[in-house]
């Protein structure tokens, strides 16, 4: 009788033990410590930064402005990750490169024309050289890229041409690196650019604020050319299913070229503006930007536009703000070296919490 008794009740105790355990699954407990904690220490560290009033108006002001010129930079790097995914399902960690190409080469254009002093004669016309300069050399490596590294590589298992994109990245890097040197070099200023104009109240400096209205035209030029053009509207019918696109007559290598061609425009702008705005570019600056605008791509929502670019302005003013608000009350030294870690703080989080993005799904790609 005690025998059969313990039995029934080891035998009840079990079903209630893998009731809880359904119930509260480990994980999921795990993933809720971790949301209050982050919660907790935002609150706290933005409690105390703005109890202590350690930063004016003024100054929330600037970081809120270079937020935006930061984040409008990434929104499009993140757009050439965002339209590749889109057509692709693969990740081009080689993007970094053809946007540090594009700077380089326009590093060149802008040192003849400063020597000639056509950057401060004619600043307009020099600007328009160099975006174009940018521009030829990123598209040109992105489509060299698809060409040679991705195209052979197209219907291989998707871990091979996301190793194939490391490793062009790589060759990219150290390519340059050894035919103009590692070293840091001095990116011309451009005296029209120089100074701050009033917007709203808001000192917004002439460099940031052509990085910002360049970046919306582009975005919005984008976007119109997806929507209202015969080769936007077969980009999106190729992004939903190539086999079918196909069928329909659509040329699936012209479309896989013109998003690699598009992403290399892009990307070209956005190394002139980080150029004029940081005045210098060096052969491995595009690895930090680069993995920025992967990390904006996933919070927007990976192969979503939109999601790109509202992504990469959340990731700007996050990365701008962050460092200061949260750790400025908590007396932490040199809070704006640490704004690389509130930017990959963010990239963990998102994969962690929602991974298809603030657009996205909220359940990762699984195929």
């Not at 401060?120 to 328009?128: N, Q």
């Not at 040679?148 to 990245?169: C, D, E, H, K, Q």
């Amino acid at each position: 009788m005690t025998e059969q008794s313990g039995g029934s009740v080891e035998t009840a105790v079990r079903p209630r033990a893998a009731v809880l355990a359904e119930r509260f699954p480990i994980h999921r407990v795990a993933l809720v410590a971790v949301a209050v904690l982050v919660t907790f220490g935002v609150v706290t560290g933005s409690w105390k930064t703005i109890a202590q009033g350690g930063v004016s108006g003024a100054g929330w002001r600037t970081f809120v402005v270079l937020g935006i010129a930061q984040g409008s930079i990434y929104a499009l790097i993140a757009l050439g990750y965002s339209l590749v995914y889109g057509i692709l399902l693969m990740i081009n960690f080689a993007h970094g490169e053809v946007f540090m190409s594009g700077a380089f080469a326009s590093y060149f254009v802008a040192q003849s024309l400063d020597s000639k002093g056509l950057l401060t004669r004619d600043p307009i016309p020099s600007l328009v050289l160099l975006f174009l300069t940018a521009i030829l050399v990123s598209m040109s490596v992105a489509i060299l890229l698809e060409r040679v590294a991705y195209r052979p590589l197209r219907n291989a298992p998707r871990l091979v041409p996301l190793i194939t994109a490391i490793g062009a990245s790589l060759f990219l890097q150290y390519t340059f690196s050894g035919f103009f040197g590692s070293d840091a070099k001095g990116y011309p200023s451009v005296k029209a650019l120089e100074g701050t104009i009033d917007v709203g109240g808001f000192p917004v400096s002439r460099t940031q604020a052509l990085t910002i209205i360049a970046a919306i035209a582009m975005m919005i030029g984008l976007s119109l050319f997806i929507a209202r053009t015969r080769t936007g509207k077969a980009m999106r019918a190729v992004a939903e299913d190539k086999e079918i696109a196909s069928l329909m007559g659509i040329n699936i290598n012209r479309v896989v070229v013109t998003t690699f061609a598009i992403g290399g425009v892009l990307a070209g702008v956005a190394g002139v503006l980080f150029a004029l705005t940081f005045s210098e570019v060096d052969s491995f600056m595009g690895f930090v930007p680069g993995i920025k605008a992967f990390t904006a791509a996933v919070l927007g929502g990976i192969g979503s536009v939109s999601g790109a670019a509202i992504g990469g302005l959340i990731l700007g003013v996050a990365e701008s703000i962050g460092p200061v608000l949260l750790l400025t009350g908590i007396h932490v030294p040199a809070t704006n070296q640490l704004r690389d870690v509130v930017a990959f703080t963010i990239l963990v989080l998102v994969l962690v919490f929602r991974p298809g993005g603030i657009l996205g799904t909220g359940e990762p790609d699984k195929a």
